[in-house]
């Protein structure tokens, strides 16, 4: 059974993360200021999924189980497939902005599908 709802929650998370990372990579210049912008947009996020996920003790990832077994670890293997397959270009020949973004869809798209395929506890 696909749950659409928390699906749809871990998705929209990662798609905040990854435009607000684009955001910050893709504005500022130096090192130093990137990671002290990253380490705050990562707080503040943090701070934020953790208030929502009070008022809504359904959504919390450890309130669930998933349906189908192995769906995470598949996804994994999947995409570390990909990024042999494709790393080597994403990583010469594409901008930093392109790779990250490339990257944080890899790092989401287990959590996502798991998402999909899990039910309440």
Not at 70 to 85: A, E, Q, S
């Amino acid at each position: 059974m696909i749950d659409w709802k928390y699906g749809g929650y871990v998705l929209g998370c990662w798609l905040i993360m990854t435009l607000a990372a684009s955001w910050v990579i893709f504005f500022s210049t130096s090192l130093i200021i990137k990671l002290i912008l990253l380490g705050i947009e990562i707080a503040f996020l943090t701070f934020l999924t953790s208030s929502f996920e009070r008022k809504h003790p359904t959504l919390r990832e450890k309130n669930r189980r998933p349906t189908l077994p192995y769906v995470k670890l598949i996804t994994f293997v999947i995409v570390l497939v990909v990024l042999f397959m494709a790393g080597d270009y994403v990583f010469n020949k594409l901008s930093p902005l392109l790779n990250l973004v490339f990257v944080f869809s890899l790092c989401s798209f287990p959590q996502v599908i798991s998402g999909l395929f899990s039910t309440a506890k």
